[in-house]
C-alpha cells in the first residue's frame, strides 16, 4: 500500500463521516458535499434517488416525516469494519457496516455499499445502495422498505484482495 491509497482511503472515509454528522445533525444541506452531482441513491433495492438534490431533497423529506429536529429525538450513526477499495486514481468502492442509537438506545443496523469517484481533490458518493438488515420494532425508522439482508458474498465481494494482489501486497 502506497501513500497516494492511504489519502485515498482518508478521503473516503472522511466523507463517509460528513454523511453521517450531517444526517445525525439533520443537516441535510451538507450533503451537497458528499453525493456527485449525477450520484443515486439506493434504498433496499426498492427506492432510488436520482441527482444530487433529489437525494438532498428526499433524505430531508424523510427525517422530517420521523421528527428530525423534535424534542427527544436524537441519532447517531456508527460506522465500523469499513473496507475500502482504490480501483485507480479516480474511482473506489466501499462497503461500510453501521448501527444506529437513537433516544431508544440501539435502534438499528444495516450496511453501505459505495461507489466513490474523485471530483478535484474530494471523494464523492456516486452510488450508495443502503440497506437497513435490521430494526427494533418501535424504530421509528421503520418507514423504509422492508429490511434486506445482504449476506450474499458476492455482493460483499468488492475486489478488496484484487487490489492488494495488484499492489504486490499479499
Request: proline share 2%.
Given at each position: 500500500?502506497d501513500?497516494?491509497?492511504?489519502?485515498?482511503?482518508?478521503?473516503?472515509?472522511?466523507?463517509?463521516?460528513?454523511?453521517?454528522?450531517?444526517?445525525?445533525?439533520?443537516?441535510?444541506e451538507?450533503?451537497?458535499?458528499?453525493?456527485?452531482?449525477?450520484s443515486?441513491?439506493?434504498?433496499?433495492?426498492?427506492?432510488?434517488f436520482?441527482?444530487?438534490?433529489?437525494?438532498?431533497?428526499?433524505?430531508?423529506?424523510?427525517?422530517?416525516?420521523?421528527?428530525?429536529?423534535?424534542?427527544?429525538?436524537?441519532?447517531?450513526?456508527?460506522?465500523?469494519?469499513?473496507?475500502?477499495?482504490?480501483?485507480?486514481?479516480?474511482?473506489?468502492?466501499?462497503?461500510?457496516?453501521?448501527?444506529?442509537?437513537?433516544?431508544?438506545?440501539?435502534?438499528?443496523?444495516?450496511?453501505?455499499?459505495?461507489?466513490?469517484?474523485k471530483?478535484?481533490?474530494?471523494?464523492?458518493?456516486?452510488?450508495?445502495?443502503?440497506?437497513?438488515?435490521?430494526?427494533?420494532?418501535?424504530?421509528?425508522?421503520?418507514?423504509?422498505?422492508?429490511?434486506?439482508?445482504?449476506?450474499?458474498?458476492?455482493?460483499?465481494?468488492?475486489g478488496?484482495?484484487?487490489?492488494?494482489?495488484?499492489?504486490?501486497?499479499?
Amino acid at each position: 500500500m502506497d501513500l497516494e491509497m492511504l489519502v485515498a482511503r482518508e478521503g473516503i472515509r472522511y466523507t463517509a463521516s460528513i454523511y453521517n454528522q450531517a444526517v445525525d445533525r439533520g443537516a441535510y444541506e451538507d450533503l451537497a458535499v458528499v453525493f456527485a452531482e449525477d450520484s443515486e441513491m439506493i434504498i433496499s433495492d426498492s427506492i432510488s434517488f436520482k441527482g444530487r438534490q433529489v437525494i438532498i431533497d428526499s433524505l430531508s423529506a424523510g427525517a422530517k416525516k420521523r421528527g428530525v429536529g423534535k424534542p427527544g429525538n436524537f441519532q447517531r450513526h456508527s460506522l465500523g469494519n469499513s473496507m475500502i477499495n482504490v480501483l485507480d486514481a479516480n474511482s473506489a468502492k466501499a462497503v461500510h457496516f453501521i448501527m444506529v442509537m437513537t433516544e431508544l438506545g440501539f435502534d438499528h443496523s444495516g450496511i453501505y455499499i459505495d461507489d466513490f469517484v474523485k471530483v478535484g481533490a474530494r471523494w464523492l458518493i456516486k452510488t450508495r445502495r443502503a440497506n437497513m438488515e435490521w430494526a427494533r420494532p418501535e424504530s421509528r425508522f421503520n418507514a423504509f422498505p422492508s429490511h434486506k439482508h445482504v449476506s450474499d458474498s458476492v455482493a460483499l465481494d468488492l475486489g478488496f484482495l484484487d487490489t492488494e494482489r495488484r499492489c504486490g501486497v499479499v
